[in-house]
């Protein structure tokens, strides 16, 4: 019993102790924490007033340096930002994205865009002074098409594709074929790999200068001594900052080098090209804003498998949008296609069933391509509907709309589709083309290969009109087509002078009694 009072005294005295430790601790600090404010007070009145402004700035300043860094919670996937961890992103849908990054640790001032030192002023529209802009006209002229007549300065580009398709490919070659001063920074080669990969495409530029280096600053510095015409960064998501405390790669340092890339490339004017990873979705990897902070959105699509590939041209602020360069993957680099219809359109003398020539417009380009289809009986309880390059979706509408308004049998047979040459179409315009090609094989008759197809086809089996005729039966007629299907209702038939015959249909039976009769 005494020892068990002894215990509660003494924790009582500890208890007691502590408290007036901690109680004399905080008083300790309120009387120096108002020694010091009477101080800098005391210090501003002993200032004169031209000097007093120059130090409240300063004492703020410090006070913000010596605040707390804060942190905030990424999606990895769509970069969505939110103050907590979230097990499902509310923007993606994603599972299991979201990583705490910190933010800037100091705050820091953001030049701004214009040249000029004076603040800028609002100014009347029609008071602006109209300038052309110079374009950098390049020997590639796939390139030059899809950036709308070559690279305007200043400008920064964003270029994205799959793994392995050719991206660095394209950008090297660019750096090592046209006669311009250009830096290439690259994060993920090294510069023993970046030459032999030079060495096979041709190294014909004496002035590309070559830069393994992923701290954004110093690929800063060396740009502005070197001032080059053009700057290549390989890639966007190697890059970092030391402004902002995460790791290469994740949302915040990709928006943030990309937001001081593009800030230098106003100043200065040197266009800016950068590689961008995408996802397995497709998009590019990295925050949504990245696409929306650049001047110019290029993709490069293609199978690996296949030697084309094709440039898409997404966003573009000093151009058109959804232009398209073809390219052919050979063993020497990526060579511009300049004729691509009678690359994708087979030539032979015998004809065979399942195929049908489809005239389509790629962004303001028009393309012929071939529509290969396969048509058997089904071995299994299920048929298949198999597609490649073409949306799989569209394929069971037309194959619905054939079985139903039009009396074909196609619902217990197996159907293939593919696009030639591995390129993937989503004009409507080559409906008709599928559906023919669909009955070809079906019938086992083959189309007469100097006729083409260009319609869409609605629900009800009619035919209806398609876009930009004129440029469509231009490009048939300087490949030597004879003959080419349309809807009836299609603007400019009877205006039409050129020599290739035009044969208006509304209805698919027409077409059917046309093409096999």
């Avoid at 769509?78 to 097990?87: F, I, R, S, V, Y």
């Avoid at 090297?172 to 790999?193: D, F, P, R, T």
């Avoid at 340092?253 to 979705?281: S, W, Y």
Wanted: net charge positive; charged share 20%; hydrophobic share 40%.
């Amino acid at each position: 019993m005494i020892a068990l009072l002894f215990d509660i005294g003494l924790t009582t005295i500890y208890t007691a102790k502590l408290y007036f430790l901690v109680l004399w601790q905080t008083t300790l600090e309120k009387i120096f924490k108002k020694i010091f404010l009477f101080s800098v007070i005391f210090r501003i009145k002993s200032l004169k007033a031209s000097k007093r402004q120059a130090f409240l700035n300063n004492f703020v300043k410090t006070k913000r340096t010596m605040s707390k860094a804060k942190s905030a919670f990424f999606c990895q996937n769509c970069g969505h930002e939110a103050p907590k961890w979230l097990g499902k992103c509310p923007s993606c849908k994603e599972w299991n994205t979201f990583v705490e990054e910190r933010t800037e640790k100091t705050p820091k001032h953001v030049v701004s865009f214009s040249k000029s030192t004076h603040a800028q002023q609002a100014v009347l529209i029609q008071e602006v002074q109209k300038s052309e802009e110079s374009r950098i006209s390049l020997q590639d002229f796939e390139l030059n098409r899809v950036l709308g007549g070559g690279i305007v300065p200043g400008s920064i580009n964003l270029l994205g594709g799959d793994p392995g398709i050719g991206k660095s490919t394209l950008l090297l070659q660019l750096a090592i074929k046209e006669q311009l001063k250009v830096l290439y920074v690259s994060g993920e080669e090294s510069e023993q790999q970046i030459r032999m990969r030079a060495e096979r495409l041709g190294l014909d530029n004496p002035n590309c200068f070559l830069l393994t280096e992923t701290n954004l600053q110093q690929v800063l510095v060396q740009a502005e001594a070197l001032q080059p015409q053009l700057l290549i960064i390989d890639s966007i998501q190697t890059l970092y900052t030391d402004s902002v405390e995460s790791s290469p790669g994740s949302v915040v340092q990709v928006r943030e080098c990309t937001a001081n890339l593009l800030r230098f490339a106003k100043q200065t004017d040197i266009p800016i090209f950068l590689i961008g990873h995408i996802t397995k979705d497709g998009t590019i990897a990295g925050p949504k804003v990245l696409e929306h902070m650049v001047d110019a959105v290029l993709q490069f699509e293609g199978d690996r498998h296949h030697i084309y590939r094709l440039l898409r041209s997404i966003k573009n602020r000093f151009g058109s949008t959804n232009e398209l360069g073809i390219y052919s993957m050979q063993g020497n680099g990526l060579i511009p296609v300049a004729n691509p219809s009678e690359v994708l359109v087979s030539i032979g003398s015998e004809a065979l069933s399942g195929v049908a020539i489809a005239s389509m417009v790629d962004g303001i380009r028009p393309l012929l391509i071939e529509v290969q289809a396969l048509v058997s009986s089904a071995a299994y309880g299920t048929p298949q509907r198999s597609s490649t390059g073409f949306d799989v979706k569209r394929l069971n509408m037309l194959l619905a709309v054939l079985e139903k308004r039009c009396g074909f049998r196609l619902a217990a047979k197996d159907v293939f589709l593919n696009i030639a040459g591995g390129i993937k179409v989503d004009d409507p315009a080559i409906d008709l083309a599928v559906a023919m090609a669909i009955l070809s094989s079906n019938a086992d008759l083959a189309i007469d290969k100097t006729i083409s197809f260009a319609a869409e086809i609605g629900l009800s089996g009619e035919l209806r009109p398609v876009n930009r005729l004129e440029q469509r039966l231009s490009e048939l007629e300087k490949l030597g087509y004879k003959k080419i299907i349309v809807s009836k209702y299609s603007k400019g038939i009877k205006e039409h002078k050129n020599q290739i015959e035009i044969i208006p249909c509304t209805k698919i039976e027409e077409v059917v009694r046309a093409v096999f009769a």
